[in-house]
C-alpha cells in the first residue's frame, strides 16, 4: 500500500479547522475534568538515613551493614504494625478516621540505589495529612527500629516533610497536552478514514488506476461560464 504524504499534507491544510476545533474541544474536555471531577492530591516526602551505630569502622562491611538495614526499615515501614500505630496516632489529631490499609494506599517508600536514604512519599486529599503521616511514620519507623532490632541512633531525619499548596496530582499542564494530541490524532485519522470512504473523483489519476471507467472530457470553469452566459 503506497501512502502520498503530499496528498495527506494537502488534505489536511484543507480540513485544518476540523483538526483546530477537535483540539480545542478535548482540550477544554481534559482541563473540565481535571478541574470539576479529578479530586486533588498533594504529595509530601520526608528522607531519612540509615546508619549501623553499632559498627565504629568505615570499612566495606559498614556499608553493606547500613545497605541491608535499609532494606529491612522499608519493609517495617509498610508492615501492619506499623501501620497500626501510626493509624492510632494520626486518628487522634485527624476528623477523619483513617485504617491501616488506606495509609498504606498512600505511602511509597523508595530508596536509591547504593544510597542509604530512604524517601517516604505520602500522597492524600489533604496537604496537611501528608505532611503529618510522612512525619510521624518516621518516629514510629525510630521506635519500632529500637523495639525490633535494639538499634538506637539508626535513623536520621534527613528533611521533614514540608507543606506544599500546589496539588500533585492531576497535572493539569499533562492532561491538557494530552487532549491536544488526542483531538490531533483523532482529527486526522477521521479525516483519512472519511476521504478513503469518499468516492468522488478528484483528478485524472483516477482513471489510470481503474481502467474499466472511461474518460470522456472535462470542462474547465471558464468553459462553464461561458454556457452558462
Not at 122 to 149: C, F, G, Q, W, Y
Not at 167 to 182: A, R, T, W, Y
Not at 184 to 202: A, E, G, M, P
Amino acid at each position: 500500500m503506497n501512502i502520498d504524504f503530499k496528498y495527506l499534507i494537502t488534505l489536511f491544510i484543507n480540513k485544518r479547522h476540523y483538526i483546530l476545533i477537535s483540539m480545542l474541544f478535548c482540550f477544554s474536555i481534559s482541563m473540565f475534568l481535571g478541574t470539576y471531577f479529578i479530586k486533588p492530591e498533594y504529595s509530601a516526602s520526608t528522607s531519612v538515613l540509615i546508619n549501623n551505630s553499632k559498627i565504629n569502622d568505615n570499612s566495606y562491611n559498614k556499608i553493606e551493614t547500613n545497605l541491608q538495614l535499609l532494606n529491612t526499615y522499608k519493609v517495617i515501614a509498610t508492615q501492619p504494625g506499623t501501620l497500626d500505630r501510626l493509624a492510632k496516632k494520626i486518628n487522634k489529631t485527624n476528623d477523619n478516621a483513617l485504617t491501616s490499609s488506606q495509609l498504606l494506599k498512600m505511602i511509597i517508600v523508595k530508596s536509591s540505589i547504593n544510597s542509604q536514604i530512604i524517601t517516604i512519599t505520602v500522597k492524600s486529599k489533604n496537604p496537611h495529612n501528608s505532611i503529618l503521616i510522612a512525619n510521624t511514620i518516621v518516629s514510629i519507623l525510630k521506635e519500632r527500629a529500637s523495639d525490633l532490632m535494639k538499634a538506637t541512633n539508626s535513623i536520621i531525619t534527613v528533611s521533614e516533610a514540608e507543606l506544599e499548596k500546589k496539588e500533585s496530582n492531576p497535572n493539569k499542564l499533562l492532561m491538557s497536552f494530552s487532549g491536544l494530541v488526542f483531538g490531533l490524532l483523532s482529527s486526522c485519522i477521521f479525516i483519512i478514514i472519511k476521504d478513503r470512504h469518499n468516492q468522488t473523483i478528484k483528478s485524472y489519476d483516477f482513471f489510470k488506476s481503474n481502467p474499466n471507467i472511461y474518460f470522456l472530457g472535462s470542462l474547465q470553469s471558464s468553459d462553464i461560464r461561458h454556457s452558462i452566459r
